[in-house]
């Protein structure tokens, strides 16, 4: 294991609930990287989705894929901490299969593009190597302002 818990925190501002990768298993600078996120009954998400057939929502196994690519690019950002990745685009996003409480989903992410502030990637998420989840993300890198509000900053009064 390249990256635990602990490690990841350090690197990625995402916190429970919504912090969907426990460790990193592989890191190819600027390339590729392999996440696994353990998927448990104990998520919030399964009372709902679905009630007596728990399936993760294929959404979070979307940001799972984002927030695994977003740990193998900020590795590279030396401000990292006044940085966050938002998404701009996804792309060709398919559900090959459903994904279930016990299941550990093996995220694998590669940089197709990386370009100033914008970077594309190739998410591929599987459960004992069959396919779950694929889809290409594009995002862009902004600078953290946690003293600007945008609601009142624009002139638009907050509803």
């Not at 592989?26 to 399936?55: A, C, D, L, T």
């Not at 299969?97 to 093996?106: N, T, Y």
Request: glycine residues 8%; charged residues 25%.
């Amino acid at each position: 294991m390249i990256l635990d818990i602990n490690g990841i925190q350090k690197i990625l501002p995402h916190r429970y609930p919504f912090l969907l990768v426990d460790a990193i298993e592989e890191m190819e600078r600027w390339k590729r990287i392999v996440g696994i996120k353990n998927v448990s009954i104990n998520e919030g998400f399964f009372q709902g989705h679905f009630p007596g057939k728990p399936i993760m929502p294929g959404v979070l196994i979307i940001e799972s894929m984002a927030q695994t690519g977003g740990l193998l690019l900020l590795q590279e950002v030396k401000d990292r901490e006044k940085k966050l990745l938002y998404f701009v685009a996804i792309d060709n996003a398919r559900f090959r299969r459903p994904v279930i409480p016990g299941d550990q989903l093996r995220v694998e992410v590669n940089v197709l593009a990386w370009r100033g502030t914008f970077c594309k990637l190739q998410g591929q998420a599987s459960v004992n190597g069959e396919l779950a989840a694929e889809a290409t993300l594009m995002c862009k890198m902004v600078d953290l302002e946690t003293d600007v509000n945008p609601a009142t900053d624009s002139g638009d009064q907050p509803q």
